[in-house]
C-alpha cells in the first residue's frame, strides 16, 4: 500500500520477461481485478493501482495498455514501469509521476546490444525450441517440452534468463516468433535454417592426426574418447553413420574437442600429422562448444554429435557434404517441420 496526500492505493505489480501486448495486457488485466479485489476487502477511501513492468516497454507496447485500460477498465488507476526509466501512470494524483526515459548515449540499451542470434548458446536455444518435434528423441540431447517465457526457456536449458530474454527479443525482432502463440513458437522455418547453415560457415581450427597405436579404428575411437569424457564426441560423417544417417564413406573420422589445451592429443593416443600422409582422423576445435557438447547424444556406445550439428557441419563440406546434408534434411528436418506446420492446422 502507498499514500500520497488524502489518497491512498493498494498496488498489484506484475512482471512479464517479455515485454509483448500478448504477455502485457492480460497480465494487466489481471492485476486490475486483484487490486480491486484488495482494495474492496480494505475499504476506508483506499483505491486499486495495476502496475505491469518489463525490462524495456516500446511506445506501441505502452500505447496498446494504455487502450486496453480505456476501453475495458476506464476507472482504474493503471501503470506501466521498465528498467530502462520508463513510468506512465494514469488515475486520481499520479499522473505527475509519469516520468520517459531520458536520452542518454552513454547508457546501453537492448536496442543497442547487438545480438548475434547464431551465437552458441542462442545455437543451443534453437536446439532446445526445436527438440519437442524431432523424432526419433534419441537424436538431440536437449529437454524435451514447451514454454511461455523467457524464465521458463532459461531454466530447461540451464541458461541465464538474460540470454534467453535477449534470445527470444531477437527472435520477434527478426520474425520468427509466433506473435500470438502461448508458448514459445518458431515461424518462418525455411529462412531461419537456412540462415542457420549459412552462420554455421566459420573459420575453424582442423588438426590432421593419427593413432599412435595400431589397431580397429573404432576401438581406438572408443579409447580416445574414453579418455576424455565431456571433453570430445564424434561429428560429421561419422557422427551421421552413427545415428543411422550416413551415405559417405572413405572421409576420415572427426572428433571434436572442446579445447586442446584441455584436451592434449596425447591423452587420447593421437599424433598430429605433419608431413603430409593422409589422417586417420581430425580433430576439429569446437567453435560453438555449448551447442556441440550440450546437444551430443550417445549412441554406439560413443558421445556423438546431434543430428542437427551434424546437419550445420557437412553442409559445406567438399567430401559429398551436400548430399548427406539433404538426406538429413529429407529424413528428420523436414519431418520436424511439418510437425510444427501441424500446429497452424
Not at 524431432?134 to 540431447?141: I, V
Amino acid at each position: 500500500m502507498v499514500r500520497k496526500g488524502k489518497r491512498s492505493y493498494v498496488i498489484e505489480i506484475k512482471a512479464a520477461s517479455e515485454a509483448r501486448s500478448d504477455r502485457l495486457i492480460p497480465l494487466m488485466a489481471q492485476a486490475i481485478l486483484q487490486a480491486r479485489s484488495r482494495a474492496k476487502r480494505l475499504g476506508g477511501g483506499t483505491a486499486p493501482l495495476a502496475v505491469v513492468g518489463a525490462s524495456r516497454v516500446p511506445t506501441k507496447v505502452l500505447d496498446q495498455i494504455r487502450e486496453f485500460a480505456r476501453l475495458h477498465a476506464p476507472e482504474a488507476a493503471i501503470g506501466v514501469v521498465d528498467l530502462e526509466g520508463l513510468r506512465v501512470f494514469a488515475g486520481a494524483g499520479l499522473s505527475s509521476l509519469s516520468t520517459l526515459p531520458q536520452a542518454d548515449s552513454s547508457r546501453t540499451t537492448f536496442d543497442k546490444v547487438k545480438v548475434d542470434l547464431f551465437s552458441d548458446l542462442n545455437q543451443w536455444l534453437l536446439k532446445v525450441l526445436l527438440a519437442p518435434y524431432l523424432e526419433p528423441r534419441n537424436l538431440l540431447n536437449a529437454p524435451v517440452g514447451h514454454y511461455r517465457n523467457a524464465s521458463e526457456l532459461a531454466k530447461a536449458a540451464s541458461v541465464s534468463i538474460m540470454t534467453a530474454f535477449r534470445f527470444l527479443r531477437e527472435l520477434t525482432v527478426e520474425g520468427f516468433l509466433h506473435e500470438s502463440s502461448r508458448i514459445v513458437r518458431l515461424v518462418r522455418l525455411e529462412e531461419l535454417l537456412r540462415r542457420w547453415q549459412s552462420a554455421a560457415v566459420r573459420p575453424i581450427v582442423e588438426i590432421p592426426v593419427r593413432w599412435l597405436l595400431p589397431g580397429e579404428k573404432r576401438a581406438l575411437l572408443r579409447r580416445s574418447l574414453a579418455a576424455v569424457p565431456d571433453r570430445a564426441c564424434v561429428g560429421l560423417f561419422a557422427a551421421a553413420d552413427a545415428l543411422h544417417l550416413g551415405i559417405v564413406r572413405g572421409v576420415p573420422i572427426h572428433i571434436y574437442v572442446s579445447d586442446l589445451r584441455a584436451v592434449p592429443l596425447s591423452q587420447m593416443s593421437l599424433l598430429r600429422i605433419e608431413d603430409g600422409r593422409p589422417p586417420e582422423a581430425v580433430i576439429r576445435v569446437a567453435a560453438a562448444r555449448e551447442s556441440v557438447f550440450r546437444g551430443a547424444v550417445r549412441a554406439n556406445g560413443m558421445p556423438v554429435c546431434d543430428v542437427l550439428q551434424v546437419w550445420l557441419d557437412v553442409a559445406n563440406h567438399p567430401s559429398r557434404g551436400a548430399e548427406q546434408a539433404q538426406v538429413i534434411f529429407k529424413r528428420v528436418i523436414k519431418p520436424m517441420m511439418e510437425r510444427m506446420r501441424a500446429l497452424d492446422g
